[in-house]
């Protein structure tokens, strides 16, 4: 009889282990009554704006990315260019084969709803630019590199809900 007691208590004191590990990496907790009503109440008294899934993000870049006419320019072989892209938000893009002292004509844009502050950071060399993604407008500013690295960082409050382009190249 001990031997089947003993047996039993391994038994279920895995079998509670297991069930407590399978609902501990479950995703989905079932929420108390108490939580689904006051989410209820709260979705009801402030519609939020739902954040855009990642084809919708795919998008906004594209959108950002026509701005800048980047599909004709890249195909055309532009001469100069640097670096090219979209970024996410927030989002880095980092070249470290720029010698210090080159002038670049700095192009960005975005699309959807909010702004974006741009940054292109070399050595001490600084330059930030807010763009508002509501107007479709390309913004354009010149840049010296102070370094031997170059970067252009994307920011913004509403990263869910914009799309960036961006497009250095050389000034001869």
């Not at 402030?46 to 899934?53: D, F, I, N």
């Not at 870049?61 to 800048?68: G, T």
């Not at 407008?137 to 799309?163: C, H, K, W, Y």
């Given at each position: 009889?001990?031997?089947?007691?003993?047996?039993?208590?391994?038994?279920?004191?895995?079998?509670?282990?297991?069930?407590?590990?399978?609902s501990?990496?479950?995703?989905?907790?079932?929420?108390?009554k108490?939580?689904?009503?006051?989410?209820?109440?709260?979705s009801?008294a402030?519609?939020?704006?739902q954040?855009?899934?990642?084809?919708?993000?795919?998008?906004?870049d594209?959108?950002?990315?026509?701005?800048?006419n980047?599909?004709?320019?890249?195909?055309?072989?532009?001469?100069?260019?640097?670096s090219?892209?979209?970024?996410?938000?927030?989002?880095?893009?980092?070249?470290?084969?720029?010698?210090?002292?080159?002038?670049?004509?700095?192009?960005?844009?975005?699309?959807?709803?909010?702004?974006v502050?741009?940054?292109?950071?070399?050595?001490?060399?600084?330059?930030?630019?807010?763009?508002?993604?509501?107007?479709p407008?390309?913004?354009?500013?010149d840049?010296?590199?102070?370094g031997p690295?170059?970067?252009?960082?994307?920011?913004?409050?509403?990263?869910?809900?914009v799309g960036?382009?961006y497009?250095?190249s050389?000034?001869?």
């Amino acid at each position: 009889m001990n031997r089947f007691t003993l047996r039993t208590g391994s038994t279920l004191t895995a079998v509670a282990l297991i069930t407590g590990m399978a609902s501990a990496c479950s995703d989905s907790p079932t929420p108390s009554k108490a939580s689904q009503s006051e989410k209820a109440a709260s979705s009801a008294a402030a519609p939020t704006a739902q954040p855009l899934s990642p084809s919708g993000r795919e998008q906004l870049d594209k959108e950002a990315r026509d701005l800048l006419n980047m599909a004709e320019r890249l195909e055309s072989g532009e001469e100069g260019l640097v670096s090219s892209g979209s970024l996410a938000v927030p989002g880095e893009s980092l070249d470290t084969t720029i010698k210090s002292g080159t002038a670049l004509r700095v192009e960005v844009a975005c699309a959807g709803e909010g702004t974006v502050t741009f940054t292109v950071v070399s050595g001490t060399a600084r330059t930030a630019e807010r763009v508002d993604c509501t107007q479709p407008m390309t913004n354009g500013f010149d840049f010296t590199t102070a370094g031997p690295s170059l970067a252009i960082q994307a920011d913004s409050a509403e990263e869910d809900r914009v799309g960036t382009a961006y497009i250095m190249s050389r000034i001869s």
